[in-house]
C-alpha cells in the first residue's frame, strides 16, 4: 500500500510517499523558517503564504522522488490537528482535492501522535503498555500508551512547552530562530553546572512540567556581568533535561512500561539521549531517527497507513487547531 502523507501544522511543508507504512520512499521538506527569523518565533499568515506558494511543488517533488506515478497511491493521510488554523486548512484543502481527483480516500491525523509515532514506525510489534514523552516546539507531555490510538494522559507543560523555551532561551542569546540545534552547539563549549537554575515544580502535579521560571532565571543571569553564554546555554540545557529524565523516572515508578517511545523536535538533541540512556537502564528507549524527530510528513504517511481501517474521511471534515491526543 502507498501512502501519500501531507504535513502543514506549523512553518513545514512536508510530503512524504510510504509503502506499507514503513519504507519512505520519500520525505520532502520545505521550511520557512528563514522568514520567521526576524520575529523570534513562527508569524501565521507569513506560514500560510509560503505554505500555499510550494505545496504543489512539494507533493510532486515527494511522488517523483518515490519513482511512482500519482495514480499508484492508495491512500493519502494529512495531519488534521493540532496547528495553526490557516496552515493546516492548506494542507487538508490539498488533500482532500487530491483525494476527490484520485479517488482515493482520505485519512487525518494527529501532527503529536505522529510524532510519536515517528519512533515506533519501523518495529513490526510495538511493546505495551509503553510510556510516550513528546518533546516539541508546541507540546511537552507524558503519556501512557495503549496501544496505537489509546493513550492516558499522564502529564503536560502547565507553561512554555520545552521547545518553545529553547527557542526564547536561544532568543535572550540572540542566537538564530529555530533556536534549539543553536543552544545544543553552544552548549556543547560550556559548563553544565556552571549557574544555581532550576526547573518548575508544580504542586500536586509532580509529572507536569514547567520551564517559564528556567527561562526567567536565564534573562536575569543574563544582565550580570561576566557571563559566559555559553556556560549560560550548558546549564539551562542540562537542568531541562535533567527535568525530563526526572519525571520519565518517576511515570515508570508509577507506571510500569515496557519502553519509552520518544517523539518532537526537541529529541533531536544528543545531551537529550545521552542523559536519559544514562538516568533510564532497565526500560528500552526508542528516539526517531534524526530525520524523523522535526516536523515532516513520512511520520503523517506512517501512522494514516497504521490506522487507516478502510473508511475514507468525510470530506466536510474540518481541521482543529487544539486537540491533545488523549
Ligand atoms: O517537533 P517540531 O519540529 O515542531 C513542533 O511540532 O513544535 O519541534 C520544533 C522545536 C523547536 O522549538 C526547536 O527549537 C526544537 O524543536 N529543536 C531542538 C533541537 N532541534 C529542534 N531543541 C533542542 N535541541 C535540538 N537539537
Ligand atoms: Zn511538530
Redesign the pocket.
Known sequence: MITLGIET??D?TGASIVEDGKKILSNVIASSSDIHEKYGGVFPELACRRHIEVIEEVILEAIEKAQITKEQIDLIAVASQPGLIGALLIGMNAAKGLSISLRKPLIGVN??EA?LYASMMHLESIPTPSLGICL????TFIVKILDVGSYEMLSTTVDD?I??A??KV?SLLKLPY????W??KLALKGNPKAYSFKAGRVKKSPLDFSFSGLKTSVLYQLREKDIVPEDIAATFQEVAFKDVAKKAKRSLETFPCQAIFLG???T???R?RKILEEEIQNTPLFFAPKEL???NAAMIAGLGAKKYLGESMPLDSEAIPRIPIA
Open positions: 501544522t506549523c513545514e501532527h503529536v510524532h516539541s516546539g508546541g507540546h512547552a521547545g518553545e529553547f527557542d536561544a529555530p533556536g534549539g540545534p543552544v545544543e518532537g523536535g526537541v533531536a538533541n544528543q537529550l524527530t522535526l516536523d
